[in-house]
């Protein structure tokens, strides 16, 4: 994996003022923060330390901090990152039954403002749906929203569940859906659908993941869901991109966003203004 604490480039693209990374992560350190046993990969650490290089590196003034499943329910590295910039860091967490009570009001006041669940069936079956809804009852009071982490067909099979979450519901990565179908396809015409409802989300992040460099096959979907919801957008680098079989450079990342988001006041909204509206920053 490329050492991220050496920057290859500086990238052409140019941030504006308080730019939120609404997708990241921290690993580890594993000697402070174990990973879990029930873990399907075991990274590389890249803690908190390694993130706060990348966004001076890039730009960023702001970060919503996502728990990996490779450290599974245990968030106290994610909330550990989170206490190291308490105004400028909000974080998304991973629970079970298991979590506590305390451990939520201990997570919100971190800044933690969402859970997650992983449905990629490379990493796991995901979880089974009655503990997300019983997930679900519990933090809602707390004003959270809750993340989906989709691919493909599994934006179809999870529609049901998104409408009737009764809560901000966010869509990782695009929906991972097949650039092959093309934006007509399937799973993408019912992402565009899903996006008529105000509640909903998506994360115009993860286009290495839907197709190799250089990444043009993913924009169109990109370009389609930033006309669909402009204000409901996000997007973030995925650093440290757990499960990526080839390195990326997170410049080259961000110039892909002149493609779908080329005027100021796009910019403002993707990076400023909508991870502020959903995620409480101050003004």
Known sequence: MQDHDDAPRPGRFVLPPLACDAHCHVFGPAARFP?????????????KEALSALHQRLGFGRAVIVQASCHGTDNRAMVDALLADPDHRRGVAM????????????MQDAGVRGIRFNFIKALGAGPGMDLVHR???????????LVLHVQGDGVAEMAPVIRAARMPVVIDHLGRVDPARGT???????????????RIWVKLSGIERMA?????AALPFARALMQAAPRRVLWGTDFPHPNLATPVDEAILL???????????DRQRL???????LYGFPG
């Open 255 to 265: 110039d892909l966003v002149a493609d779908f988001a080329p005027r100021p006041e």
């Open 184 to 198: 007509g396809g399937e799973a993408f015409r019912i992402l565009l659908d899903l996006l008529q409802d105000e």
């Open 212 to 216: 190799p460099p250089p990444f043009a």
């Open 135 to 145: 997930c679900l009852d519990r933090v809602r009071p707390l004003g959270w929203h």
């Open 271 to 277: 990076f400023v203004d909508n991870p502020a509206a």
């Open 95 to 106: 629970i079970d039954d298991a979590t506590t009570d305390a451990e939520l009001v201990a």
């Open 35 to 47: 990973y879990a046993e029930t873990r399907r990969y075991t990274p590389e650490d890249k803690p």
